[in-house]
């Protein structure tokens, strides 16, 4: 069974947790990239930036629906939403932009088939793979999985 350390992207773009969004906007387009890797000074993944990222830090803040009841005011939904809009709205700094909540790492060691799994069902274009320490060591997309799944073993 093939594993994933074949077959990652090993000269990885990444951004800085302090660059700018704009900055990271910058760098994304012009690496053609749909996800970027956001890592501290000691270069542990901390957070990744996909497009959608982007675009939404440039949309506006919809407000979750609410109804009054005895003083109270009771979301009917979105409040999760609404507060995720929010933060990306207000983020000034790949820190404040990056998704960190069930961030999806790799392992060089996993198998191709366990990786491409996690990304179908998380629906990720890319995995940033990672060491025991969490420190970069590289990307894997759909299409080095595709490649993977299409080269003889």
């Not at 947790?17 to 270069?43: F, R």
């Not at 609410?66 to 709205?89: A, Q």
């Not at 983020?91 to 198998?111: F, I, M, N, Y």
Request: net charge negative; aromatic share 2%.
């Amino acid at each position: 069974m093939k594993n994933i350390s074949t077959l990652m992207t090993t000269e990885v773009i990444s951004v800085r947790e302090s660059d700018g969004v704009e900055e990271v906007g910058k760098k994304m387009l012009t690496s053609g990239h749909h996800s970027l890797p956001v890592i501290d000074a000691s270069g542990r993944v901390t957070g990744i930036i996909t497009e959608r990222d982007l675009i939404d830090a440039h949309r506006q803040v919809h407000l979750p629906t609410v109804i009054s009841i005895l003083d109270s005011v009771i979301p009917i939904s979105g409040m999760h939403e609404y507060s995720e809009e929010l933060r990306k709205v207000t983020a000034v700094d790949a820190r404040g932009l990056a998704t960190k909540r069930h961030l999806q790492l790799a392992r060089p060691e996993e198998s191709l088939d366990t990786v491409a799994d996690r990304m179908f069902e998380h629906q990720l274009h890319a995995l940033p793979v990672v060491d025991a320490e969490g420190k970069l060591l590289g990307m894997i997309s759909r299409s080095d999985i595709l490649r993977g799944l299409l080269s003889p073993s």
